[in-house]
DNA sequence: CTGTTAGCGCCTTCAG
DNA sequence: CTGAAGGCGCTAACAG
């Protein structure tokens, strides 16, 4: 049997510890519950008068507005949801503190959805939907029919760094093909003939994209290439490397289909062929993470303008809540060619 | 002016697009609005034959509840606060990733608070009141007051890797002490005996506990070490190597607050003093981020059982969200050391 | 087991 | 500018 002992500002008898809502504040302000919403509320009509009686009110009993019953009203949660694939990516940690950042700006919040199979996409999307997210920004694979679900939901999305299939979706990305276009002139100007790659996991749209984009520029060249399959992290960097290696002509040059795996392949060369770079071999990466500049490694890349791309990203999806009829739209970002020492350039 | 063309389902008048509701399912059933209530909230007593009519009924208009409508009246978001101070900082995307999944799993959602200053947490704090979270983890330093507030909106919270200044606060962590301990013993055995420290922010609350566990063991067995300030990062490790090894007695072994600067004073060590590890110097630091184990690394760390700490951190919270009266527990997990190659032990 | 009846906390016309 | 009244979508007692 509890008593009301030890209980700080308790005034009446209140039900044990209501928190406090829009309509104690008006009873202990003297106005009515419409005022107080109004005063929490910008853009409506108040008189500075009772706007401060209001708020002296609400501060002596710490009373703020319930975002969860306004959104029922209002239709907007203010909540935006945020799928990523594979956290641990090394490269999505900044994507998602930019993107948080952003949308926190402008007064939304983030629900993290961190995935780690195809599986739980779905199960995400069933979330998304009741939590009546505003919109949706995907760093994920999303089939045709779950953007359709989107679309049938009526929550705006944009994909980050991946491309619809069929229709057209609103998406920023970097632009894989002129990011590995730069890599492959400068490394066949610099007399590089002989092309390795190593892909990226065969569902990955970047990493597919980013294949095709140094194939073709070879093509140009009138080279080719032995492509190996990766899975973007840093063992499958080793492990490519250790099959371009092993048998077959050598290459002169590999290109890595992120840095993650750029590093494991430059490590590889390094610990277990005793190569040195870029005299032996040019190694290459895409994304411009962290761990790319350290000085063990200062690996030739192309860098993703995170914080551009991200700030598109935003805009674009507020826009689309805001105004739904909005078009699809992609933006597409150049990389910069951080030059490195991995790679003779 | 729109006329109502293209609007697949459209039955009478529906005000253009409304997301259905239980009432319309119940109608479209025809059942009442709280028997599609019950058939959707688990542990409600509906009969097997309703339930299969209100389920296609559901399934034909694409009817999902509306997590926030229920929210207002249970009483529970399902939403937990997640505070992280700096996610770029290698070690949180980790452990980011496994809340979130231990979380998803017993059906909450993750409101994420991303942090770059100790300014922006008051902000953040406003904002989860104002969300009604169930509860709160947070990898953020609080203040005694920011504590007390939880304490006052009885938002349950659970600190990571962090300790409260005053009263008690239920909290998750790598035993600091016990870690710095064992790397002491085992560099101190193996000879070592002259020491250098690089700590952390002078803000950080592990960065100090580490420094201060390697202190306090070191006087144990005697010896002393000389303190160097740095921010957890790469450049400051690198950094603080060099004012070690610039200036007085050269240190035998260098231990640092966490693994990035570890990695940064390798990386100075090898590349800027031309020095060889273990032979010409000893390095360690604390974490077990992933690249510690990258062959060009290959650190000497206590790496924090980041698994068990997050699930006892989801554990712990739930608890205290399901019994508030719980008294606050703390609860310190043991790092297990990895030999690496970057000390000498 | 089922339907009815009240709200949860807030916003928003609508008259004053 | 202000208050009164209705309702957002759902749950939780209640009687049947």
Redo the contacts with the bound molecule.
Sequence with gaps: MKTIQSDPGGSDAEPAH??P???DVAQLAG?????V??C??PG????P??RKLIQKAAAKLG????AI??G???KRSNLVAVLISNLTNLYYPEVLAQLTHRLDERGIRVLLFALRTESEVDAALDQIWRYRVDGAIAAARLSAAQLRAFERHRVPVVLYNRFAEGEPVPSVCCDSLAGERLLVDRLVNAGNRRFGIIAGPQDSFVGNQRVEGALARLAHHGLEARVVPGAFDHDSGAAGLRTLLGEGVRPEAVLCANDLMAIGAIDAARHEFGLTLPDDLSIAGFDGVGPATWPSYRLTTIRQPVRRMTEAAVTMLLERVEQPQLPPEVRSFAGALIEGTSARL
């Design positions: 209501r928190r809502t829009s309509y106005v009515s519950q419409s005022a919403s109004r929490f509320r409506s009509s108040i008189s008068e009772k009373y703020q507005p319930n019953a306004s029922l009203i209002t």
